[in-house]
């Protein structure tokens, strides 16, 4: 979509002579507020807390904050192209949706919502492990748009790989492989709150559906469906995990394979060496390590590491179009948007989360002209400079 920018700015001062009082938001704090008003506190909190004091998910907007950018003028700025290449796909824009579990608790569409409108914007989707709707029947929803699998690493072997079966046969064209979650964090509003939705049921959907899953079952779901929980919650994580492992995912599907939740240099180099497809620079938003560094900080020591090996992309903090810019300019091949999106689906379903997306993206469009930027694939670390301390 050539100038998103200009189309969707142009589509909101249009309504200036008849206003719709009941418009949905613009300003991206707005989306967060009016879920908070419409959420009780366990669904809001699961979405929008972190791990302890949330300081690394301050750390994650602060990185941003930190770098800022020097336009330029005087560079022929009419078409604007925001499309991105990865492992020979070329998506529309440099953005993805970011695997997020349990969105049944959010909105009544919960996933296929949210699928939906990643699949009218082009934005690839990435189905969680842990959501509540199966694996595929979100990729029904989504029809031959791009999606992602996020894989949950179980501590049951059987369980991730037939997992990696039925994303590869869903039509999934990429495993995303979550490593900093091998047990939950030290949520505080989640333990104040008492809330885990998947004791409830919710976010299951994938492991109930699961042959592998269901035969270790000692009676079936339907006759005993606590029980099938309380054997979720034994194979859920999986901490005794090795970079030996890795071996394992190569074996049960020929899909790249991205590690998410790379933070350090020497993880990426060891990733690099174990064969692995890309990597995904991310602190989970904050929601499993307090007072780890900022994911942007990060990052370009990440990207140096890496090279030009794999694609690098990044999550936690992306709120806004320049912050967009800013992880591409430091290395991000692409960003992944997480919260953002779910305020939008608690505030509005489908229609909430491709309004936050095409907003962020028309932010984006029009940052790039007026910072004298052309094409999202060329930004590169001249267009920044970091703030001193």
């Known amino acids: 979509m050539e100038n998103i920018g200009n189309l969707i700015q142009y589509q909101i001062y249009a309504t200036m002579h008849n206003p719709d009082p009941n418009r949905l938001p613009v300003i991206t704090e707005e989306w967060e507020k009016l879920a908070r008003e ?6 809001y909190y699961y979405i929008a807390g972190g791990a302890g004091a949330e300081k690394t998910m301050e750390a994650n907007l602060k990185a941003f904050t930190d770098w800022q950018i020097i336009p330029r003028m005087l560079r022929n700025v009419d078409k604007r192209d925001l499309s991105v290449n990865i492992f020979g796909q070329t998506y529309p824009f440099p953005v993805l949706q970011a695997p997020i579990g349990v969105q049944s608790i959010i909105h009544e569409e919960g996933e296929i919502g949210s699928a939906k409108a990643s699949a009218e914007m082009g934005v690839p989707y990435i189905a969680s492990s842990a959501s509540t709707v199966p694996m595929e029947k979100i990729a ?7 999606r992602w699998f996020q894989l949950y690493w179980s501590r ?9 079966k039925r994303a590869e046969a869903s039509g999934y064209s990429a495993i995303v492989v979550t490593l900093d979650t091998p047990m939950m964090a030290w949520r505080e509003y989640d333990l104040k709150n008492v809330y885990l939705p998947f004791l409830a049921g919710e976010g299951v959907g994938n492991y109930f559906t699961d042959p ?10 339907e006759a005993d469906p606590q029980g099938a929980i309380m054997h979720w919650t034994r194979i859920f994580g999986n901490t005794s995990l ?4 890795l071996s394992f995912l190569r074996e049960h599907t020929k899909l790249p394979i991205i590690l998410k939740g790379i933070m350090h240099p020497d993880d990426a180099k ?28 990060v990052l ?13 992309l990044m999550d936690s903090g992306i709120r806004r179009g320049s912050d967009i810019m800013k992880a591409m300019a430091l290395g991000a091949k692409a960003v992944l948007v997480g919260r953002p999106l779910m305020y939008g689906l608690a505030v509005a379903g489908q229609k909430g989360v491709k309004e936050v997306l095409q907003n962020m ?14 094409k999202v694939s060329e930004l590169d670390e001249s267009l920044l400079r970091k703030l001193d301390g």
Do not use: C, Y
Not at 140 to 146: K, L, R, S, T, V
Not at 361 to 374: C, H, N, R, V, Y
């Open 140 to 146: 029904e929803a989504m029809g031959d748009a791009p």
């Open 212 to 221: 592998a899953f269901q035969a270790k079952l000692d009676a079936p779901i």
């Open 38 to 43: 419409k959420l009780e506190d366990g669904p």
């Open 361 to 374: 993206l028309a932010d984006l469009d029009i940052t790039m002209g007026l910072t004298g930027q052309s």
């Open 242 to 245: 090795t970079w030996d492992d």
């Open 156 to 164: 049951d072997p059987e369980i991730a790989a037939s997992f990696l």
């Open 300 to 312: 370009p020591e990440v990207a140096e590491a890496v090279g030009d090996k794999v694609p690098v």
């Open 270 to 297: 060891m990733a690099i060496e174990k064969g692995v497809d890309g990597i995904i620079v991310s602190n989970h938003g904050g929601r499993q390590v307090d007072g780890a560094v900022g994911a942007l900080e």
